[in-house]
């Protein structure tokens, strides 16, 4: 099993002082029980490995449940809490897409593909993240891929690619 999908490691200026640390961001497609417990052993392995500060990071991209995931990893005995490991979550279900509807950000175009977004919603969002793409003047390639995985995650039944279609005529780049 690999350490991690993607390791960042950057030197920054924070409080004063040049540091560097990890980035560990893990993305996450489906629920599971013992998840804290594998972020945790990420941590321990690159800890280890770096000997560095490191900000783990979580995406949990999966449409349900919807509840939060827990955000930390605990080990006790009896009484006696020997470990409490947290690590950031960004859980897409839960994050509403009208709040990242004005960034000028290509993974927020993308990502709101998988934010909780009601049925009746969904052709606005589709239009709404191929809007926001067209006004970041990426180059084509970059467009086409966001736009794929937006086509990929933000699926349309035949009632709301009907509504989906009817947008088109008044998009306005």
């Known amino acids: 099993m690999p ?22 961001v893990e993305n996450q497609s489906y629920t599971e029980i013992a998840f804290a417990k594998r972020m945790f ?19 949990f991209s ?13 080990v006790t005995f009896g009484d006696f809490k020997v470990l409490e490991f947290q690590f950031a979550a960004i ?5 509403s897409w009208q709040d990242f509807i004005t960034q000028p950000n290509p993974v927020a175009a993308a990502l ?14 589709k239009t709404e ?18 736009s794929g995985f937006v086509d990929t995650y933000l699926r349309l039944d035949l ?3 009907i509504r989906y279609r009817f947008y088109w005529p008044i998009l306005d780049f």
């Open 129 to 146: 993240c191929l809007r926001l793409l067209a006004t970041l003047k990426l180059d084509p390639v970059r467009i086409q891929l966001i």
């Open 91 to 95: 859980q897409l279900n839960r994050l």
């Open 3 to 24: 350490i991690c999908r993607q390791l960042r490691i950057i030197e920054v200026r924070y409080q004063q002082q040049d540091t560097c640390f990890l980035i560990h």
């Open 41 to 59: 052993k990420y941590f321990a392995r690159l800890h280890e490995k770096y000997d560095l500060a490191i900000y783990p990071v979580v995406i």
């Open 159 to 161: 009632y709301a690619l």
């Open 112 to 125: 709101m593909s998988k934010m909780n977004i009601p049925r009746e919603e969904r052709p606005q969002v």
């Open 62 to 74: 999966f449409d349900e449940p919807k509840q939060a995931e827990p955000q930390n990893y605990r």
